[in-house]
């Protein structure tokens, strides 16, 4: 009984909040970045277990050469256990086709500064509370295995993207070399980001109260950064049991077996563990920095114009202004004087050099004190009578 009496009832805030969210539903934006044939559409059906790709054409040799980088989204809506989520892929088809790749990455920005700017837009508006979440919460950005490290086409796509959004890198159609050659290509890969100061997303640090499974489970996951993966939506029977994988003349690759590739801990780190940390670094990271860019340059702009309006109205600027704005240029004029007197005063001072150093400053300051809540009280005056 006692104990009922000293229960209040906050711990179910919890409670509530999952029942808000899981009505609601959550919403997921995932860019896949890469060249052609790199197994990227085949990635994305393996990780949700979908075909998002049914009506895809695929354009010849002829039409690769001059193609630029475009931009698909496809959406669709998942149900798992009562929870839903609404999933957008934006696949860039074109990307590091063309002969000369130099601008190729600017499609790809201009995207996600365009859906930083929209949200940006609805968050000033009067209707906040249905604003849609379009904004790019990972870029996969994949790598060929057939390469030395990172071309300088991954450079230069990587540094224009690595603050605009959590980029995890991939090496794709990982089947295709032996595990020393994985190995080796994970350093040259981690040694070329870390020379070039590139920022791909860094896993949060477990908190000390977590289990040791979920600790080790986490570390497994930092360790193997970049993910070599294989993708593949073929299901084939191996030893009576039906996996995914692909067949080859001398065995099965199986997608799903972590000795074959790094797709399960993928997967985990993208959906189980770590997809709502992915959206808040794009809160609380990439889109403030945004943001902040964009009250900036509104700010600078204003001024801008302020200036302008009263360098190009001259004399009649001050009958083009109200009287508030009229009063208010007169007490900044007025502050402007005082701040003159007290710059002279300061000079006198030091000039006749009849006070020792801390009275000067105790004289100085208080003076500077006593001018400032005058003109406090004067504007404050001033304020009122309008």
Request: aromatic share 6%.
């Amino acid at each position: 009984m006692s104990g009922d009496r000293d229960y209040i009832g906050f711990a179910t805030l919890p409670e509530q909040v999952h029942r808000k969210s899981v009505k609601r539903g959550f919403e997921f934006t995932l860019m896949v970045l890469g060249e052609s044939g790199l197994g990227k559409s085949t990635l994305i059906n393996s990780l949700f277990l979908g075909d998002l790709y049914k009506e895809r054409k695929i354009p010849d040799v002829g039409e690769r050469v001059e193609k630029t980088t475009a931009i698909e989204k496809k959406t669709m809506d998942i149900e798992e256990r009562g929870v839903r989520l609404r999933l957008t892929i934006v696949d860039t088809p074109g990307f590091g086709d063309p002969v000369n790749c130099e601008d190729t990455w600017k499609a790809c920005s201009a995207y996600i500064d365009e859906q930083f700017r929209q949200y940006f837009t609805d968050e000033s508006g009067l209707n906040r509370k249905n604003i849609q979440d379009n904004r790019v919460h990972c870029c996969l950005y994949f790598i060929p295995p057939y390469g030395h490290g990172l071309r300088q086409l991954d450079l230069e796509v990587l540094r224009r993207l690595h603050r605009k959004v959590n980029v995890v890198p991939v090496i794709a159609k990982a089947d295709t070399l032996t595990t020393n050659e994985v190995k080796k290509l994970k350093e040259r890969i981690l040694a070329d980001i870390e020379e070039h100061e590139i920022q791909i997303y860094q896993f949060p640090d477990c908190d000390s109260d977590e289990d040791e499974e979920f600790k080790q489970q986490d570390k497994e996951l930092k360790a193997t950064v970049p993910f070599a993966v294989v993708g593949s939506s073929t299901v084939l029977e191996v030893a009576g049991r039906k996996v995914r994988g692909r067949q080859y003349p001398w065995g099965v690759v199986e997608v799903e077996n972590p000795k074959h590739s790094d797709f399960v801990k993928l997967r985990t780190m993208l959906i189980s563990t770590h997809m709502q940390d992915l959206k808040d670094v794009t809160q609380d990271v990439h889109y403030e920095n945004f943001r902040a860019q964009c009250i900036s340059q509104i700010s600078q702009q204003a001024i801008r114009e302020r200036s302008k309006l009263k360098r190009d109205s001259g004399p009649h600027f001050e009958n083009s202004i109200s009287d508030t704005d009229r009063l208010l240029l007169q007490k900044d004029e007025e502050i402007r004087r005082m701040q003159d007197i007290l710059a002279q005063m300061q000079e006198k001072l030091k000039a006749s050099g009849q006070v020792g150093g801390g009275g000067l400053r105790g004289r100085v300051g208080s003076l500077g004190n006593d001018l400032d809540s005058v003109e406090i009280d004067k504007k404050r005056n001033s304020i009122i009578d309008v």
